[in-house]
């Protein structure tokens, strides 16, 4: 399973970042929340780890201020990309699943948005993140939220989703033609039912080639410092942030689509901590004997 599941990463993610790549010419946002997180509680002085790096942006970011930071990414083509262009910082492909790092390695760790994309649940991460890290070191760690506006949208979207199927719909559209028979539908299914994780919330998604896919976990309020401490580490802090992008969602959903930065977008934050944030993020540090 851990094979089938390391291969639909790879295959998502690349499909992803080439999406990215060509849009924004592989120019990410830094989601600001973070930043101040970061300063705060990463050793300026010791080495720290990106674990699911991406195209790098925190990798250059952290660099060019004086943070000494490694990235990993699943995704070769990521890596080759960065290497070309800042063949200065390092950053190699790995797996966060099977870290190629000597226990103790790391005084600090940072995880933005990689947990959640294992169908099996975030627990093996955490054991590799527990393994690597000092016994004094930092891991931050961020997650998708099961905000309240999802709790209340998201069973609509569950209601309207077998028409994303109806082939007629996805011409009017402009989405691919499916090639998958029913076959495939089951087995697809089949295979969901049989390993999601009911402890979160599952995103599943329709592939052309491939049927019915899960994407990732949404995360209720308290299930990441649950987590945490299921996996031997005491939370510092927790908290919600991204509520631009979480109400951003939300309005494109029902069919508007506003760019960042827009002043509607800013009153996300206005609506109740747990409302729109699109993200928690925690700071939190290894239990070690």
Known sequence: MINEEINRIVYQWREIWDKCIETKNGILPLDTSCIEIFKQYLPKNGLILEGGAGLGQ???YLSNIGYKIVGIEIV???VQRFKKKYPELKMYVGNVLELNYPDNTFDGYLSLGVIEHFIEGPDRVLKEAYRV???DGVFIVSVPAYNLARKIIYPLIN?????KENEILRKIFNRKKL???????KLSKKYLDENINKNYYPMIGIHPEYGLIFTEYRYKKGQLEEVLSRNKFKVIICKPISYEAGLKEILEIIGINIDFGSNLLKLGKYFG?????HMYIAVAKPVKN
Do not use: A, D, T
């Open 58 to 60: 925190w990798v250059i």
């Open 133 to 135: 890290l000092k016994p």
């Open 179 to 185: 090639n998958y028979n029913s076959e495939i539908k």
């Open 76 to 78: 070769p083509e990521c």
């Open 273 to 277: 901590y747990h409302f729109f944030n």
């Open 159 to 163: 209601f309207i989703n077998p028409l």
